[in-house]
């Protein structure tokens, strides 16, 4: 069974979060912060698109905590010209990655029927932006071998895959040119 097969997980990382990419959303699209209730959307939107994680509130309580105003700097939803959301992501942190804080792109999400339409590209400019004005220098994002769309997107925003293994190093091997990329 190969690498995307077997859903392997994998740490990409971003140096220093200056020229980001800009991308700005079609018409009719508007991205805004975290709102009461937003918990809900990120369920459905999450539910929908991630086939590998059981979403539940207590997953997204766990990654989020409770307090809501740190959601309201963090979490952008991604709305569809009617209105509805239709793609969640966060510009989060991690105090400990690899020694040291880090920001952390974390759980960047479209439903199913929105994706394919590059609409994930001004999320991730708002996340990388986001996580720059929040004093972060430097992002990671984790990810899995079954995402090659996402690790498309990852790579074309800069961030590179993170090898701490020779299994790793065989793993990415294998997986970069099916997006595109030679070793």
Request: charged share 20%.
């Amino acid at each position: 069974m190969s690498a995307v097969e077997n859903n392997l997980p994998l740490k990409m990382s971003r140096a220093n979060l200056e020229h980001v990419p800009e991308f700005t959303l079609p018409d009719g699209f508007a991205l805004r912060c975290h709102q009461p209730g937003d918990e809900l959307h990120w369920l459905r939107i999450q539910a929908a698109a991630d086939r590998y994680h059981n979403i539940s509130p207590a997953l997204f309580d766990r990654q989020f905590g409770s307090d809501r105003n740190l959601l309201s700097a963090r979490q952008c939803y991604l709305l569809a010209p009617a209105g509805d959301a239709v793609g969640t992501g966060t510009a989060w942190w991690d105090d400990d990655f690899q020694g040291c804080r880090w920001g952390r792109v974390h759980w960047l999400a479209l439903a199913p029927e929105f994706q394919g339409r590059g609409l994930a590209k001004p999320l991730m400019t708002w996340v990388c932006r986001r996580l720059r004005e929040l004093g972060h220098d430097r992002a990671y994002l984790s990810t899995s071998t079954a995402r090659r769309a996402a690790i498309g997107l990852y790579l074309r925003f800069g961030f590179e895959p993170l090898i701490l293994s020779a299994e790793e190093a065989a793993v990415w091997r294998g997986l970069l040119p099916s997006v595109g990329r030679n070793v």
